[in-house]
């Protein structure tokens, strides 16, 4: 048991020393681009002027550093192109409070209440979505810091989410919003993270989703597009080296499996032998 | 250069006290582990709160008393606490799970179901792309093993020269758990990168 700790104690090392390696160091690995976050990318570059579109940041604090590259690229984008952003949280209560942190690095230049506003986190669920989505202003009265929503020049002319250009769900659950929205607003994107990628890619490949981001792969890939590295670009020389280890270590379990079989066929060959 | 903001100290203390688990369990990673369980719940009671306030008092400042009715309701929820009412507990989460499946089911149906369904009947297993016919073959081929997998109708679905579409439909779903196993582990380390660039670029100042 001791023996077996200590092997993962050697591999988390092995892992932390990879992944932080190229944070001091770059390695500039190159990221080829998919053409699924190309496809994003050209949805958001191609609104009409003065766009406004709907982030629902419903992740939590641990999902961060996740799903929070593509949050900053894609808002930032939204912005440089002079649409703007609404924001709300219905699923953790804790994506509404990151926000402030994404608007640290995505609003330079923007003013609060004109170009984007967060509206905080909406207790309900599942219920809420749907009150939401069929009218804005009933189901919330005032934004993230308490403003009126009246007072919000942004939020003058948004009523349902019908009203919104583009439906960009960072969610840990993107079918919840998706099933209650599609009907309304069919132009929606899913931002799921790393490890909800594969649950939800059927929604693109059904043509549900208009476009899709694989999390912190997603994120980075629309920095290279937007031409601004950022904290993808610079996670994912890690994250390549640490796959490289677990690729090494898959294959050297698997040889120490064959090789254990084989050894264990060529004894009982041996004692079958007079 | 070495961060001196206490709030950054105390992330990276904490980050490192629950990283300590990986070598031993301590009292280090049991404060942090308690820490964040009590931070967690008082999150809860902070969104709770507001909950009342936005559904209820608000309401009720504009003149609204219909909103004394998920007032009634959410009390109800509290008499589970005695064994004499605790069946008047019941009507507040019948409505919840009713209201819930309701919404669910409504918009289920057809994102969940229809639009997948019709999608997959509507893949292309014939283009010019053949690469794009392969991967169309194998998933319709997977999808339509992996739901035959779940027919429980009679064991003979599975077993005999039936059973071969069985298999296929285990390995189409192992394959699916093998990539999101993957998945989880991508996550996991994009977490790790996460920490570690917040211990060296603002706690320790180095790169960034």
């Known amino acids: 048991m001791e023996k077996v700790r200590n092997v993962g104690v050697m591999i988390f090392v092995a892992l932390a020393v990879l992944t932080a390696y190229p944070l001091l160091w770059p390695l500039g690995l190159p990221i080829p681009v998919d053409p699924m976050t190309r496809q994003v990318y050209n949805i958001v570059d191609q609104l009409p002027a003065n766009s406004i579109v709907l982030q629902t940041y419903d992740f939590v604090t641990g999902q961060y550093s996740d799903i929070a590259p593509a949050c900053i690229a894609t808002l930032t984008h939204i912005l440089e192109k002079g649409n703007k952003a609404v924001i709300v949280d219905f699923q953790s209560g804790q994506g509404a409070l990151l926000a402030s942190k994404i608007f640290e690095k995505a609003t330079q230049g923007k003013t609060y209440g004109v170009d984007y506003v967060n509206l905080g986190y909406v207790p309900g669920g599942e219920s809420a979505m749907v009150a939401f989505g069929t009218d804005i202003k009933k189901t919330i009265s005032k934004d993230f810091s308490g403003t009126p929503i009246d007072n919000l020049p942004l939020m003058k002319n948004v009523n349902t989410v019908k009203d919104f250009a583009l439906i960009m769900l960072f969610s840990e659950n993107i079918n919840i919003e998706l099933r209650q929205w599609i009907s309304s607003n069919p132009k929606i994107v899913g931002v799921p993270n790393t490890m909800g990628a594969p649950t939800f890619i059927p929604y693109y490949t059904s043509g549900q989703l208009k476009g899709f981001l694989q999390g912190l792969r997603g994120g980075a890939e629309y920095e290279q597009l937007l031409k601004k590295p950022g904290l993808g670009a610079a996670t994912m020389d890690g994250l390549s080296l640490a796959h490289l280890l677990i690729l090494g270590l898959i294959v050297v379990g698997n040889v120490s499996i064959v090789g254990g079989i084989v050894k264990n066929a060529l004894s009982k060959n041996k004692e079958g032998k007079p | ?208």
């Not at chain 2, 369980?37 to 003149?63: E, H, R, Y």
């Not at chain 2, 893949?123 to 794009?132: K, M, R, T």
């Open chain 2, 1 to 208: 250069m070495i961060s001196t903001d206490v709030g950054t100290w105390i992330a990276a203390l904490i980050t490192l006290f629950a990283i300590s688990y990986v070598f031993k369990e301590s009292h280090l990673y049991r404060f942090v582990e308690h820490t964040m369980i009590g931070t967690a719940a008082a999150n809860l009671v902070v969104l709770a709160v507001g909950s009342v306030q936005t559904i209820v008092v608000n309401p009720l400042t504009k003149a609204n008393y219909l909103a004394v009715i998920p007032l009634v309701f959410g009390l109800l929820i509290f008499a589970r606490a005695t064994k004499r009412y605790s069946w008047l507990s019941r009507w507040p989460f019948a409505i919840i799970v009713g209201v819930g499946t309701g919404l669910a089911i409504r918009g289920m149906i057809y994102a969940q179901v229809v639009s997948q369904v019709a999608a997959t009947a509507s893949l292309p297993l014939i283009s010019a792309d053949p690469v794009l016919s392969l991967q169309n073959i194998l998933a319709f081929v997977f999808v339509l093993t992996s739901v035959y997998y779940f027919l429980m109708m009679t064991p003979r679905a599975h077993t005999g020269r039936l059973g071969i579409i069985s298999r296929i439909g285990r390995w189409s779903i192992m394959v699916f758990l093998g990539a999101k196993f993957a998945a989880s582990v991508a996550f996991r380390i994009a977490l790790l990168a996460g920490r570690l660039q917040f211990l060296l670029w603002q706690w320790l100042g180095l790169g960034g």
